[in-house]
């Protein structure tokens, strides 16, 4: 099978490692890919994931049979829709299920509507009602614009004054462009974060292996939020009755309720989770894949990855064989000097080699080719370096023992990935 995937970050990597090992990719393009990929792929360059028609016209010339879809936009912008109308199959949720990451208004609404544990919220299109309205609840209070923000639109804000504020940056100075001209706001959830994905093809729902991201730049979940600085697998949180629970009361419903609203949900649904005194509440869905989280749930799943995103959109996942390592893995982010806020570019990278030659694996976030086989740093998050080992204690030596091994210029990660893996770990040790 011919295969083109869409996107170009860590997570696109990680899709593409796990794609090229199913025995049925025979070649697999990128739109526009990265050039770590390039080992595997085949990178377009020139076409924007946003242009339908410009991906149509490359997959009919090139003889495409499958399409996986990597990031929100084109799954908000209708890719799957349009490919699926002009017959070709693809991986991703269609629009209207998109909008279950595309507007946290439809997405609380849905939720309310179908009894799906979240938090308490209330929607405004008005900054004076959702001023009014903020005076009169309790402290911190989370203040999210409507659309997508790239994950920088929500405000938990811890005073009276920051939530006023939040409100008038999001809907009057517009800082998140149209994405605030609604707002939700919600009750803060107090509890520890935990990633569930799941592969569903609109009637059966699969949970991948639980996993937690860590969004803030600097060790002890302290600094600015980023788009992730590091992840594990699987999440220690996420105990077995947890992801039971998680099934059968958030994921399975949610499926129900897209397909009555007449907006069957086919690809990876994500379902970000508040775990608050032993309840899972659902803090965000997102249509895709999480990033970082892909990095390690995709190495520890055992079955054809290929074969699972098939049986996803032909609505056969029921019969479909899903088999998980029982090791743990490990993501460290190394970032540019500076990231989220400004940064260089360009820096030689050095040391990547040495990193896979102690085992792990070098998934590219943003980098460029510079000469031959070396790369430069050509965005924030730069590289993502996965361990995977039969213990997260192994895991994490591994993973910091390999991003050790590489450098560039003003080169930052995270020195506490999966800290709280690790003291749950000492907590189960002292009982
Ligand atoms: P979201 O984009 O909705 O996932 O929000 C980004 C981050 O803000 C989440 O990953 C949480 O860490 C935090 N957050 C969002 N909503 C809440 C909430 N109601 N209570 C506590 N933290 C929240
Ligand atoms: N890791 C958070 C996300 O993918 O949205």
Same mark, same amino acid.
């Given at each position: 099978m011919k295969i083109l995937l869409i996107g170009s970050g860590g997570r696109e990597h990680t899709l593409a490692w796990k794609i090229a090992q199913s025995p049925r990719a025979d070649k697999i393009f990128a739109i526009p890919g990265n050039p770590g990929m390039k080992d595997f792929c085949e990178c377009v360059d !020139? *076409? +924007? *994931? =946003? %242009?339908n028609d410009a991906i149509l016209k490359f997959v009919q010339e090139n003889q495409i049979d499958f399409v996986v879809i990597g990031p929100e936009a084109p799954l908000v912008n209708g890719l799957v829709d349009f490919l699926d109308a002009h017959g070709i199959r693809s991986f991703g949720a269609s629009r209207l299920a998109a909008e279950i990451e595309g507007s946290k208004s439809f997405a609380k609404n849905l939720m309310k509507k179908y009894s799906i544990p979240t938090a308490q919220y209330e929607i405004f299109d008005n900054a004076d009602r959702a001023k009014e309205y903020i005076r009169n609840q309790k402290l911190p209070i989370v203040v999210k614009a409507d659309g997508l923000a790239a994950g920088k639109g929500v405000i938990i804000a811890e005073t009276l004054d920051d939530a006023l504020n939040a409100v008038d940056e999001i809907m009057?100075?517009? +800082?998140?462009g149209e994405a605030g001209s609604k707002i939700v706001v919600e009750e803060f959830m107090d509890g520890e974060e935990a990633s569930l994905l799941a592969f569903t093809d609109g009637k059966t729902i699969v949970p991948m292996i639980s996993s937690q991201d860590h969004k803030? &730049? =600097? %060790? !002890? %979940?302290?600094g600015l939020n980023t788009g992730g600085m590091g992840s594990y697998a $699987? &999440? $220690?949180?996420?105990t077995p009755e947890l992801i039971d629970q998680a099934t059968k009361k958030i994921l399975e419903p949610t499926i129900r309720a897209m397909a009555q609203e007449g907006r069957e949900y086919r690809g990876c649904l994500y379902a970000g989770l508040m775990i608050v005194d032993g309840v899972a509440k659902v803090v965000e869905f997102n249509c895709r894949f999480g990033d970082p989280e892909t990095q390690v749930v995709l190495p520890l799943l055992e079955s054809d990855l290929l074969e699972i995103m098939i049986s996803c959109a032909e609505g056969k996942l029921d019969s479909q064989k899903i088999e998980w390592s029982s090791d743990s893995a490990v993501c460290i982010v190394l970032t540019a000097g500076g990231y989220p806020k400004s940064y260089q570019k360009g820096d030689a990278i050095d040391g990547i080699e040495r990193a896979k030659s102690l085992g792990t694996l070098v998934f590219h976030a943003g980098t460029k080719e510079i000469e031959g086989k070396k790369f430069a740093t050509n965005g924030g998050r730069v590289l993502d370096v996965v361990a995977k080992s039969d213990s997260i204690e192994k895991a994490i030596d591994l993973a910091y023992k390999a991003a050790g091994a590489i450098s560039f210029e003003d080169m930052h990660y995270r020195k506490d990935i999966a800290h709280r893996a690790l003291e749950r770990l000492e907590k189960l040790k002292n009982v």
């Amino acid at each position: 099978m011919k295969i083109l995937l869409i996107g170009s970050g860590g997570r696109e990597h990680t899709l593409a490692w796990k794609i090229a090992q199913s025995p049925r990719a025979d070649k697999i393009f990128a739109i526009p890919g990265n050039p770590g990929m390039k080992d595997f792929c085949e990178c377009v360059d !020139g *076409i +924007s *994931i =946003l %242009d339908n028609d410009a991906i149509l016209k490359f997959v009919q010339e090139n003889q495409i049979d499958f399409v996986v879809i990597g990031p929100e936009a084109p799954l908000v912008n209708g890719l799957v829709d349009f490919l699926d109308a002009h017959g070709i199959r693809s991986f991703g949720a269609s629009r209207l299920a998109a909008e279950i990451e595309g507007s946290k208004s439809f997405a609380k609404n849905l939720m309310k509507k179908y009894s799906i544990p979240t938090a308490q919220y209330e929607i405004f299109d008005n900054a004076d009602r959702a001023k009014e309205y903020i005076r009169n609840q309790k402290l911190p209070i989370v203040v999210k614009a409507d659309g997508l923000a790239a994950g920088k639109g929500v405000i938990i804000a811890e005073t009276l004054d920051d939530a006023l504020n939040a409100v008038d940056e999001i809907m009057t100075q517009k +800082s998140f462009g149209e994405a605030g001209s609604k707002i939700v706001v919600e009750e803060f959830m107090d509890g520890e974060e935990a990633s569930l994905l799941a592969f569903t093809d609109g009637k059966t729902i699969v949970p991948m292996i639980s996993s937690q991201d860590h969004k803030r &730049a =600097l %060790d !002890g %979940d302290l600094g600015l939020n980023t788009g992730g600085m590091g992840s594990y697998a $699987p &999440a $220690p949180v996420m105990t077995p009755e947890l992801i039971d629970q998680a099934t059968k009361k958030i994921l399975e419903p949610t499926i129900r309720a897209m397909a009555q609203e007449g907006r069957e949900y086919r690809g990876c649904l994500y379902a970000g989770l508040m775990i608050v005194d032993g309840v899972a509440k659902v803090v965000e869905f997102n249509c895709r894949f999480g990033d970082p989280e892909t990095q390690v749930v995709l190495p520890l799943l055992e079955s054809d990855l290929l074969e699972i995103m098939i049986s996803c959109a032909e609505g056969k996942l029921d019969s479909q064989k899903i088999e998980w390592s029982s090791d743990s893995a490990v993501c460290i982010v190394l970032t540019a000097g500076g990231y989220p806020k400004s940064y260089q570019k360009g820096d030689a990278i050095d040391g990547i080699e040495r990193a896979k030659s102690l085992g792990t694996l070098v998934f590219h976030a943003g980098t460029k080719e510079i000469e031959g086989k070396k790369f430069a740093t050509n965005g924030g998050r730069v590289l993502d370096v996965v361990a995977k080992s039969d213990s997260i204690e192994k895991a994490i030596d591994l993973a910091y023992k390999a991003a050790g091994a590489i450098s560039f210029e003003d080169m930052h990660y995270r020195k506490d990935i999966a800290h709280r893996a690790l003291e749950r770990l000492e907590k189960l040790k002292n009982v």
